[in-house]
Each structure stands twice: as structure tokens, then as C-alpha cells.
């Protein structure tokens, strides 16, 4: 009975084997063409996590990697303990969770809009001119931002003496940092967003709303009972990815408008980790403040994706 039984799983195995061999013979193109972008997961993202270790050690670049002394979790206790540590990740998360609920749902408010343009070449130009700042470089979009946030003669000041009220010097108040990094991060991507989401409506069944419009459905209705809901899976997976990366406040925005009369509210994990890592050469603190933010990150990843996958919505795994 045993060898009967050890006899067929061994024939399925090699069953499957013989079987993904001739598909990837079969298919070897396709798999060429994945091939470079395999390598660069695992040369550019898998053999860095090497590294990691240094986090628990004190690490010396002439002793390396291996040969640097054992730390332990002493440098997340020196982070934990630190006189920055609540500003900075009360800083971080509060951009992230603003990002997010400021930027999310706008990309998907545009798709359902622009998927109800009839008229084809205004379609085409809102589209051309939301996608367009996407393509501006971030050193030109924080020097954007300080020439219309200018004191004197930026375009925000000069429409509050219009009307009379006294200019303001919104970057050197930290009260503002926030809402500018979020409002110019939606204007500058809430168009490139949308794509997919057109994308995912473009796949609705026409005959639903041709059913709908018979049944005397209005144009909201048929929005929120059918373009919603067909975009919902994609929704969900577009907000597993931003949770994932919810602690991921870009730094060259942040480190480019931050300056020393609005650190307090600017400073965020990824411009410290810059700070004591590559200016004060602190590799072994900074690897691990780095470290603390991707766990979190991932935590919220399987979180999120736990909760959608509950309610029987799109989830990554």
C-alpha cells in the first residue's frame, strides 16, 4: 500500500515537472522577456536584504559586515527612547494618512467623470492636461511651489492682497507644510492615478447600462450601482499597494521644501534616516530606523489585505 502510494506521487510529480517544462519550452520568448526584469528584483531588491543584518550590529566598514561586533536591538532602544522619535513618526504618518485620504479617492472621481465626457477631443485635453504634471521632475515641482508660494510676488499672495488680506510666508509656517506636500502631490498625480481606472471601466459590460438606462436609471444611478462596483476590485488592490507603502513619505519633495522654521512639522523618517546615515555616518542606526518603517509597512500590507479579502474583495494573496 505504501509503495503503491509513494509510486504515484512520484509519477505526479514528475507529471507537473514534465508538464511546466514543456510550457516554458513552449512559451520560452515570454519567459525571455521577463527574464531582465526578474534579474533586476533580485540583483536590485533581494541581495541588498543582506544588509539588513548590519541594524543589529555596530557596524565598521573596516571590520565589514560580518566582522563588525554584535548590537543587538540596541539601536531600536536608542530609537525608541530618542528625543525626535514622536515627532518624526507622528510626522510621517500623518503626511501618509492625509496623503491617503486626500489623494486616493481623487483619481478615482476623475476616471468616473472622464469616462462620462462624450465629447471625445475635450476628453482628450483634459486628459492631456491632468497627466502633464505627472512628467515634471520633483527639484522643478518643489521649485514651482516656492516661486507660487512666494511671500511677495507669488501667485497665492498676490490673490490675497486682492482681495485684501496680508501675503503670508507659507514655508517658513509649519502649520502648511502638510497641506501643500498633499494638495501639489494630488495635482501632480491625481491624473496619471486615473489611468487605471479608466482602464478598469473600459471594461464594464456596455448592456448593463443600456439595461439601466431602460429601466429609467439616471446617470448617478448607474454610476454608483455599476461603474463603482465595477471598479471596486481595483480599487481594493490600488489600496492595498498605497497601505503597503504607507510610511514611504517621498523624500525629495519633503527634503526639498523643509527648512529650518518648519522642520518640526516636515521631518519625517526618511529624511532622518538620510540625516544620521549618510551625513553623520551612523550606517548601523539609520539601517535600523529604516528597518522599523519597512515592518511597519509590511504589517499594514497583510492588515489591509486581511480586511479585503474578509469582505470577499480583491486581495494581493
Known amino acids: 500500500m505504501l509503495k503503491t502510494a509513494e509510486l504515484r506521487q512520484q509519477r505526479t510529480r514528475n507529471r507537473h515537472g ?3 517544462w514543456h510550457r516554458i519550452s513552449r512559451n520560452w520568448e515570454l519567459y525571455l522577456m521577463i527574464l531582465p526584469v526578474f534579474l533586476f528584483f533580485i540583483v536590485f531588491h533581494y541581495v541588498p536584504m543582506y544588509g539588513i543584518q548590519i541594524a543589529f550590529k555596530n557596524f565598521s566598514g573596516v571590520l565589514g559586515i560580518w566582522g563588525s561586533p554584535w548590537a543587538g536591538v540596541e539601536h531600536f532602544i536608542r530609537f525608541f527612547n530618542g528625543t525626535y522619535f514622536k515627532e518624526i513618526v507622528w510626522n510621517t ?7 491617503l485620504l486626500v489623494g486616493f479617492p481623487v483619481p478615482i472621481i476623475l476616471a468616473l467623470m472622464l469616462n462620462e465626457v462624450r465629447n471625445k477631443h475635450f476628453k482628450k485635453l483634459v486628459q492631456t492636461v491632468t497627466y502633464a504634471p505627472y512628467f515634471i521632475s520633483v527639484v522643478v515641482m518643489a521649485g514651482m511651489i516656492l516661486l507660487f508660494l512666494a511671500p511677495e510676488t507669488g501667485v497665492f499672495n498676490q490673490m490675497r ?7 503670508i510666508n507659507f514655508m517658513y509656517e509649519g502649520r502648511y507644510f502638510k497641506t501643500i506636500y ?6 501632480q498625480s491625481a491624473g496619471w492615478g486615473s489611468i487605471i ?7 464594464i459590460d456596455p448592456e448593463l447600462h443600456e439595461a439601466a438606462v431602460i429601466d429609467g436609471a439616471s446617470r448617478l444611478r448607474r454610476i454608483w450601482h455599476i461603474n463603482l462596483p465595477g471598479i471596486l476590485p481595483t480599487i481594493c488592490i490600488m489600496l492595498i499597494m498605497n497601505c503597503g507603502s504607507l510610511m514611504n513619505v517621498g523624500f525629495e519633495k519633503v527634503f526639498l521644501l523643509m527648512n529650518d522654521l518648519n522642520r518640526s512639522h516636515a521631518e519625517v523618517i526618511s529624511t532622518y534616516v538620510y540625516k544620521v546615515g549618510l551625513i553623520n555616518r551612523e550606517y548601523s542606526f539609520s539601517t535600523a530606523v529604516g528597518l522599523f518603517n519597512s515592518v511597519i509597512n509590511f504589517i499594514m500590507l497583510l492588515t489591509v489585505n486581511t480586511i479585503t479579502k474578509k469582505l470577499n474583495q480583491s486581495s494581493l494573496f
Open 197 to 203: 481606472y479608466l482602464s478598469a471601466l473600459a471594461g
Open 182 to 187: 498633499v494638495l501639489s502631490g494630488v495635482w
Open 161 to 167: 492682497k486682492f482681495f485684501g488680506a496680508e501675503s
Open 18 to 20: 514534465n508538464f511546466a
Open 93 to 99: 504618518i500623518s503626511i501618509s494618512v492625509y496623503s
